[in-house]
Every structure is written in structure tokens, then in C-alpha cells.
């Protein structure tokens, strides 16, 4: 079993920045970030491998950067020049294979102001 925390959200307003950060309890070989906005299904955002491959969502690409630290199995999420449609709360996830997350975080609320 492997538990996740995620920290780092927060409001900022338009145009600003924010990192969120996810401690994992164990190592894994995929990890990813999703989101969910009120009303809305929850939605990919972002994953890392355990080699460093990446992946994003198209609405993001340019403006969030993932990023892992193996030795303190901790995963980032850079984000920049935030829009108020990224307003949701976002959730960290691990698993053994891309198209499989095991393990959840309690998610991290993030507001972006217009």
C-alpha cells in the first residue's frame, strides 16, 4: 500500500504561479496528477514514468511541467501562467502502468482568481 500526500495549493490570481508537491510512502513506477472542477468529471492532467517520460493534456502543455524526485519519491507539478479554468481540486495518483493508478491522494484545492 502505498499512501499519498500532496501539498502546494492555494489561490493565486491570473497569470501567477504555483507548485504543487506529492509525498509518496513508496516508490512507483508511474505517477500522475488529475483534477477535478465543481460540476465536472475528474480529468488527466499530467503524468511522469519512472524513466522521466511525460505526458500532459493538451489544455496544459506549455504552461505545467511534471517532474519527479526518485530518491525522495516526491513528484511535482509546476505551474505557470495559471487561467481561472484551472481552478479545481487536483489529485495525485501512483500506480504500476500508464493506464493504471492504484493509489490516490485526498487532493489539494487550487483557485485561480480572474
Known amino acids: 500500500q502505498v499512501q499519498l500526500v500532496e501539498s502546494g495549493g492555494g489561490l493565486v490570481q491570473a497569470g501567477g504561479s504555483l507548485r504543487l508537491s506529492c509525498a509518496a510512502s513508496?516508490?512507483?513506477?508511474?505517477m500522475g496528477w488529475f483534477r477535478q472542477a465543481p460540476g465536472k468529471e475528474r480529468e488527466f492532467v499530467a503524468q511522469i514514468t519512472s524513466g522521466g517520460n511525460t505526458y500532459y493534456v493538451d489544455s496544459v502543455k506549455g504552461r505545467f511541467t511534471i517532474s519527479r524526485d526518485n530518491a525522495k519519491n516526491t513528484m511535482y507539478l509546476q505551474m505557470n501562467s495559471l487561467k481561472p479554468e484551472d481552478t479545481a481540486v487536483y489529485y495525485c495518483?501512483?500506480?504500476?502502468?500508464?493506464?493504471?493508478?492504484?493509489?490516490w491522494g485526498q487532493g489539494t484545492q487550487v483557485t485561480v482568481s480572474s
Open positions: 495518483a501512483a500506480g504500476a502502468q500508464r493506464t493504471t493508478y492504484n493509489y
Open positions: 513508496g516508490r512507483t513506477a508511474v
